[in-house]
């Protein structure tokens, strides 16, 4: 089974500044904490950094990688049962799915598999800083920031102009969950209209359907876009509903109207491992790492440097638990 992976910059801030601290530091402070404290539950769910590969193990010969297992506890279990008969036993254990991770501090680089049922990139930011000191005195976090492809979101945002929006659903998919997070304010009514739309489509048996919202023939009403560029922040891209979610903007790039699809284009990403059924998290971090210095010649390496000019030196600090959860 392929794997996919996505790619990203990561860093340390200090008040806001990108700091020479090394991530592979950050994620031995972590690992080393109790299993108990790195369990982090919360509303946006249940997490755990479960797995390191240790640093003499790495492929390739780099030591300052780090291959690492985050875990998703699932609210919803699934049952145990035998093909061909009525069996159906509950599982008493927790279920969790892992989402392995290579991080390249070298290139303040960040590669994550997607696993649709795992810990997403936002996720495992907000895990990470659950770690982190913020106090009135400093306030540091991790950050990740998706490397994106020419047809990108970004170029969206700088538009201001956007024409039309045309989002492609698969009714026959299982996924119900089309948000990442619930929008708020004006963009709740886009929310209800796209949520309602999809079950209207369901209830009289479509297996697509097509929700557009365009500025029409007449512009002296425009939509409004800051209230969708919200709305698209939110939508889950990953998810398998969405068959394209295409956007027709004015690019201040190339200086025209063009249209980009946000499903298929946006954050870089790869399929690597196409011939292997690997499942274990040492054996798809192996693979990752394998891709990257012996296939992809790299990919990336110098994206981290369009974000800053020149990194803060600091120190790491103390790596504890530093803020409330509901942590059992």
């Known amino acids: 089974m392929a794997t996919t992976i996505q790619f990203f910059n990561c860093f340390l801030t200090r008040n806001g500044n990108r700091t ?6 950050f994620l031995d402070g972590v690992i080393s904490l109790d299993e108990g ?17 240790m640093p003499n193990l790495n492929p390739n010969n780099n030591s300052l990688d780090r291959i690492v297992g985050f875990a998703n506890y699932r609210d919803k279990k699934p049952y145990l049962g035998s093909r061909g008969t009525d069996q159906r036993n509950e599982i008493t254990g927790d279920i969790l799915e892992l989402t392995t991770g290579l991080f390249i501090p070298t290139y303040h680089l960040a590669i994550l598999e997607y696993n649709h049922f795992g810990a997403r990139p936002k996720h495992i930011e907000r895990y990470l800083n ?19 492809t020419p047809a990108s979101f970004n170029d969206i945002r700088m538009s201001g102009d956007i024409r039309s929006i045309e989002l492609k659903l698969d009714l026959l998919s299982s996924d119900s969950q089309l948000f990442t997070e619930l929008p708020e304010g004006p963009e709740s009514i886009a929310y209800r209209m796209l949520s309602d739309s999809q079950e209207a489509y369901r209830e009289i048996g479509a297996n697509v359907a097509t929700v557009t919202l365009g500025q029409g023939r007449y512009r002296s009403n425009p939509m409004d876009f800051d209230m969708l560029i919200n709305l698209l922040q939110v939508l889950d891209m990953e998810n398998d509903t969405f068959a394209s979610a295409k956007v027709k903007y004015y690019s201040p790039t190339q200086r025209r109207v063009t249209t980009a699809d946000l499903k298929n284009d946006g954050i870089l990403k790869k399929v690597i491992m196409e011939d292997n059924s690997y499942t274990a998290f040492e054996s798809i971090g192996i693979g990752i790492s394998n891709y990257y210095y012996e296939e992809s010649n790299r990919v990336a390496n110098q994206e981290w440097r369009r974000h800053v000019e020149q990194l803060e030196s600091a120190e790491l600090p103390v790596i504890e638990l530093n803020y409330p959860t509901e942590n059992q």
């Open 130 to 148: 659950t770690f982190l000191p913020s106090n009135g005195r400093e306030s540091w976090q991790f950050e990740l920031i998706p490397i994106e």
């Open 37 to 53: 404290i790195r369990f982090i539950n919360n509303s946006y769910g249940a997490y755990s950094l479960l797995e390191m590969l």
């Open 20 to 25: 020479n601290v090394s991530i592979s530091d």
